[in-house]
């Protein structure tokens, strides 16, 4: 069984202050990817990254920069020096190495509503 | 960038009606998948498949139905909508990695 969770429902934060939400997941795969999504008002999803589970490096993409780490089951993500623009859901997602019909559940986590103040 | 659309956008509609989402996308991705989705909150899975002429539930009880005729098309049908189906309704498609990517989305309004 996968299970994804977002224990932070709603975060608030001033304008250029850095920000982490976090992701816990559980799954038996020895194989399976992690996924962040953007979803504005708009209501469209954006895909954000996909870590696989053999890959434990970091990445930092601009402002956004990801912390996968097995020993804990987390795959948190920050935005440094937060803008507007980022207030958003975002939902934390995992996906196992797929069955033999070549269908990959994902499993997405609750979501974490970020509201950037000015 | 992904290429995949949805229409209409946004629909209102009387109880009753029957009412088609479409979804196409032009990546030649096997994988798609519906979801329904309150806004902002939990996206629950309702349909998906795996290519032409396959069509699975998801993990959602949904009145509604779906086909796949093309690799391109992968449209919903309401055939009596209801105001408890009021959603915003999510298409996407997946590549063989596994990473969704997602339309923009139908808003339904039922009264």
């Known amino acids: 069984a996968q299970k994804v969770t977002q224990a932070q429902t709603e975060i608030s934060v001033v304008e250029k202050e850095d920000v982490t939400l976090d992701c816990v997941y559980e799954?038996?795969?020895?194989?399976?990817?992690l996924f962040w999504y953007k979803q504005p008002p708009s209501g469209e999803l954006v895909f954000l990254i996909r870590?696989?589970?053999?890959?434990?490096q970091n990445e930092i993409s601009g402002r956004y920069s990801w912390n996968f780490q097995k020993s804990t089951s987390s795959f948190n993500f920050t935005i440094t020096a937060s803008q507007v623009v980022d207030s958003a859901v975002y939902f934390c997602?995992?996906?196992?190495?797929?069955?033999?019909?070549?269908?990959?559940?994902?499993?997405f986590g609750t979501g974490t509503k970020l509201q950037v103040i000015p | 960038e992904a290429d995949i659309y949805q229409t209409p956008r946004y629909l209102v509609i009387g109880t009753g009606k029957k009412i088609t989402l479409e979804c196409s996308q032009t990546?030649?991705?096997?994988?798609m998948y519906w979801y329904q989705q309150d806004p902002g909150m939990e996206l629950h899975l309702i349909h998906y498949?795996?290519?032409?002429?396959?069509?699975e539930k998801g993990d959602l009880s949904s009145e509604s139905t779906v086909s796949r005729i093309r690799t391109e098309h992968f449209p919903l049908t309401l055939e009596s909508a209801r105001p408890s189906h009021t959603s915003q309704y999510l298409c996407?498609?997946?590549?063989?990695?596994?990473?969704?990517?997602f339309g923009p989305g139908t808003r339904l309004l039922v009264l």
């Open positions: 990546m030649g991705h096997d994988k």
């Open positions: 799954t038996r795969d020895t194989t399976y990817y």
């Open positions: 498949s795996y290519g032409v002429n396959s069509t």
């Open positions: 996407a498609s997946s590549e063989y990695r596994g990473t969704q990517y």
């Open positions: 997602a995992l996906s196992g190495p797929g069955d033999t019909g070549g269908y990959q559940k994902v499993t």
């Open positions: 870590r696989n589970s053999f890959d434990e």
